[in-house]
């Protein structure tokens, strides 16, 4: 029976035992990283609403202090990843994907196009890429 390629909460920490057994990789949002290090840590899905939310991206739907937090609370994940890895951080993005997946995942849509008869949104890589110097 295959072992999943993924570790659960409470599992040793991944690649760093001799056992074979042990997986290699470990899935799991940004909070999962605290007291653990990685050679390589990939940020996936780093696009407008999911970091900045979808909220952050229309300025009048967050406001004041909750936007201040939000945005405290966005950095802060991005620095955990970064402090995490101790070899390289990668970060992924998309550019567009249906409009079903992209209203149940609550990212931020700046524009709908028709491709193939189906409704397909464009879809943005996160803001913050220019802040970290990499667009």
Same mark, same amino acid.
């Given at each position: 029976m295959? #072992?999943p390629?993924?570790?659960?909460?409470?599992?040793? +920490?991944?690649? #760093?035992?001799? !056992?074979?057994a042990t +997986?290699?990789?470990?899935?799991?949002?940004?909070e999962?990283?605290? $007291? #653990?290090?990685?050679?390589?840590?990939?940020?996936? $899905?780093?696009?407008?609403?999911?970091?900045?939310?979808?909220?952050?991206?229309?300025?009048?739907?967050?406001? $004041?202090?909750?936007?201040?937090?939000?945005?405290?609370?966005?950095?802060?994940?991005?620095?955990?990843?970064?402090?995490?890895?101790?070899?390289?951080? &990668?970060?992924?993005?998309?550019?567009?994907?249906?409009?079903?997946?992209?209203?149940r995942l609550? &990212?931020h849509? +700046?524009?709908?196009?028709? #491709?193939?008869?189906? %409704?397909?949104?464009?879809?943005? +890589? !996160?803001?913050?890429?220019?802040?970290?110097?990499? %667009?």
């Open positions: 295959a #072992r390629s993924s570790t659960r909460k409470g599992a040793e +920490p991944c690649g #760093r035992s001799a !056992s074979p +997986p290699a990789v470990a899935v799991g949002a940004p999962d990283l605290f $007291g #653990r290090t990685f050679d390589v840590v990939i940020f996936g $899905g780093f696009v407008n609403g999911f970091i900045p939310s979808r909220d952050m991206c229309d300025s009048g739907v967050v406001v $004041g202090g909750a936007r201040t937090r939000q945005e405290a609370a966005d950095r802060a994940a991005i620095a955990l990843a970064e402090q995490r890895a101790t070899r390289r951080l &990668l970060f992924t993005s998309f550019k567009s994907c249906d409009l079903e997946t992209a209203e609550r &990212l849509i +700046p524009r709908i196009r028709l #491709r193939s008869v189906v %409704r397909t949104c464009d879809i943005h +890589p !996160s803001d913050y890429l220019q802040e970290l110097g990499l %667009r």
